[in-house]
């Protein structure tokens, strides 16, 4: 999280000649490669400054953590801005950009350390680790109970002389070289220089390193967001997007670097590292509802207290004992609510799973920026083959799905065709994998455009959401980059409409549902600023109450219409017309209905999946941790869950399985 502060400073950076642009690697889009999948867990995070990941990626971070998924997470800046470490109402401090930058490595040491459930004042192991092209990072380790965190700091600077925001001037300029900022007390004991590919160069070489299968980065496609020039000064936001530009610049460079990292592999050892990437929105946690209920937001604020320290600490760090001004109860008052929300930038229902005929399950997700298919080994087993390979990558890390009457899977992508940086093109697109034959083979990709004529306006896209009307035609919707929805329609004979807008009443999050209702009508829903944006064939409807999440939707049962779940901002009941829902929680839900009712799945207040169904509650307690939101399947025998876990694998939970006993895979 940047500070909000406008300034100039004098730390190193200059412009050098022009250098020619390195040709980008890029995978091979075409299916068919190995994937390799070791079963084993590493998160790795990604962030441009210290406490980006406590602000933003949290609680996920923690849910991973308590499963005893090792962690290293990468700080890009020093995070020094203007060297003042103080509190509201302290006697003005000499700014010291070295110690501040310290002391807020010190405020993680503390946070980790009781993320970790350790006393926040427990030493650390400190040492330099050598990277790409012999730059060298500082490195603090923790271990506790087979539990593992590293931090590890580039330290590039935050400003640079004429250039307020280094990290944007380095994505965008490849005739700027920064020079890294050493922090007082680090082992580091010289300065190193990046230019734009040694920065990539650098995330590559550590993404190979730790091999890791998860990866978590900020969001690199943030919305666009018109506010005046002191509105954006006041909110620390980069001019037109709501986001700090140096979050965007490393989001940036984080997935160039995932893009390399997937290239190298193909085009060196022939495969593809199993890893799912996650992006967080950052700054737009402030423009909407907030979608955390007081017992997750307290445990989240909590591990922002040891962060931010006090003065008054004796943590052992001549510089300090954090970021004071982010200590005490102090990011619960600030007006911009950072800390009240969690959102990812590419929402989705998990992996788009999808019943045999022959009863086992197939699974379509994104692994290696490529979609994968998996298979159960047997009927109902929960044992799922080795990923095969669909291709189309780079792809964003949700996938729409709709299946056509004869069986056919559509599977729907936004595909990141280019992210050059430097000047170069910065575009995406939405994608069509067609089965060729019921339970056969599938197509070649196919690309459908971006309702987005331009390639900066195209990048808001959000994740695409598909539904099969009974007369054989696929509804696909997407969120624009004014907030609303767009969407085209194929015909039964598989051509495709134009993109159109639908009318809009208000802003709406990403995060989409469709259902097609008994009478055959196609219901949309979208959680917006002031109500739930509903639709009807395409007709704006009553809205339904403000919601926190995106919300879920069933067709009704013996009537028309559709029965709507979801909480309101800040809550944790989930409610529908009937009233509470008995299913409280935080995050989105899926739903689905048959005759026996409707069956809720979703995460309980400490982040566990649960499932709900005709008024019984169970909890998922083993298995690998589970990674974004899971699916949801009623097949014969009861509902199945499916998602994606930290080791990269699909998990399988059914809850009660023939013999009534709950069932983990």
């Not at 500082?138 to 307020?164: C, D, K, Q, S, W």
């Not at 909110?235 to 290239?263: K, M, N």
């Amino acid at each position: 999280m940047g500070a909000a502060a406008l300034g100039t400073s004098a730390l190193a950076g200059c412009s050098v000649p022009a250098a020619p642009r390195r040709a980008q690697p890029v995978a091979d889009p075409a299916p068919g490669v190995p994937i390799v999948s070791t079963r084993r867990e590493q998160l790795m995070q990604i962030a441009a400054h210290p406490d980006d990941d406590l602000y933003f990626m949290n609680p996920d971070t923690q849910r991973m953590l308590d499963a005893g998924v090792p962690l290293v997470s990468v700080y890009v800046t020093a995070g020094e801005h203007e060297g003042m470490n103080q509190i509201k109402g302290m006697a003005p401090a000499k700014p010291d950009r070295a110690a501040y930058s310290s002391s807020r490595h010190q405020g993680l040491r503390q946070a980790y350390a009781t993320l970790l459930g350790l006393d926040k004042f427990t030493p650390w192991q400190k040492g330099v680790v050598t990277l790409h092209g012999g730059r060298r990072a500082e490195i603090n380790t923790l271990v506790h109970r087979g539990r593992r965190v590293e931090l590890i700091f580039l330290n590039l600077p935050e400003h640079a002389p004429r250039r307020y925001m280094a990290l944007p001037d380095l994505w965008s300029d490849r005739a700027l070289e920064l020079r890294t900022h050493i922090s007082a007390d680090s082992p580091v004991d010289r300065s190193d220089t990046y230019d734009h590919d040694q920065l990539i160069d650098v995330l590559v070489g550590l993404l190979d390193r730790y091999r890791p299968t998860v990866v978590q980065t900020l969001d690199p496609d943030p919305d666009i967001q018109i506010s005046n020039a002191a509105t954006r000064k006041r909110d620390a936001e980069q001019p037109g997007y709501s986001d700090h530009g140096a979050h965007t610049a490393v989001a940036c460079f984080s997935w160039a670097a995932l893009i390399r990292w997937v290239a190298e592999d193909q085009k060196g050892p022939g495969q593809i590292p199993a890893f799912v990437a996650t992006a967080f929105r950052g700054y737009y946690n402030r423009h909407w509802p907030k979608n955390l209920p007081p017992q997750v937001l307290k445990e989240k604020a909590g591990h922002l207290l040891p962060y931010g320290g006090d003065p008054s600490w004796e943590c052992g760090n001549p510089s300090g004992c954090g970021d004071y001004g982010v200590g005490g109860g102090r990011p619960l008052k600030n007006s911009k609510g950072w800390v009240r929300a969690t959102h990812h930038r590419w929402p989705g229902a998990g992996p788009a799973v999808v019943a045999r005929p022959d009863g086992r399950l197939d699974a379509y997700g994104v692994l290696g920026l490529r979609a994968v298919h998996w298979r159960e080994t047997e009927r109902g087993s929960g044992q799922w083959g080795d990923p095969k390979d669909l291709g189309g990558g780079p792809l964003a890390p949700a996938l729409g799905s709709a299946t056509l009457p004869d069986g056919r899977v559509l599977l729907f992508g936004v595909r990141i065709a280019a992210l050059a940086g430097r000047g170069g093109a910065n575009k995406r697109e939405v994608v069509l994998l067609e089965q060729r034959s019921p339970d056969g083979p599938f197509l070649a990709w196919r690309g459908l455009g971006n309702p987005e004529r331009k390639d900066d306006r195209g990048r808001r896209i959000g994740v695409p959401v598909a539904v099969t009307t009974p007369d054989g035609r696929v509804h696909l919707f997407i969120r624009n980059a004014d907030k609303g929805v767009s969407t085209r329609v194929r015909s039964t004979g598989g051509t495709w409409s134009p993109w159109r807008d639908l009318p809009r009443t208000q802003e709406i999050q990403d995060g989409l549902d469709a259902v097609v209702d008994a009478e055959g009508r196609v219901h949309v829903l979208a959680a917006g600023r002031t109500a739930v944006q509903h639709w009807i064939d395409s007709v704006p409807a009553a809205p339904l109450p403000l919601a926190g999440d995106p919300v879920a939707a069933v067709p009704a049962q013996g009537r028309a219409g559709v029965d709507v779940y979801y909480r309101k901002p800040a809550a944790k009941e989930l409610l529908s017309r009937r009233g509470n829902a008995s299913f409280d929680g935080y995050g989105s839900v899926a739903a689905a209905a048959d005759g026996g009712g409707t069956v809720l799945l979703g995460r309980d207040l400490r982040g566990r999946i649960q499932l709900r169904k005709g008024g019984r509650l169970w909890t998922r307690t083993q298995g690998a941790a589970a990674v974004q939101a899971p699916a949801l399947r009623l097949v014969p025998g009861g509902p199945v869950a499916v998602g994606l876990g930290a080791d990269a694998h699909p998990w399988v939970w059914r809850p009660v399985n023939r013999s009534g006993a709950t069932s983990h895979s």
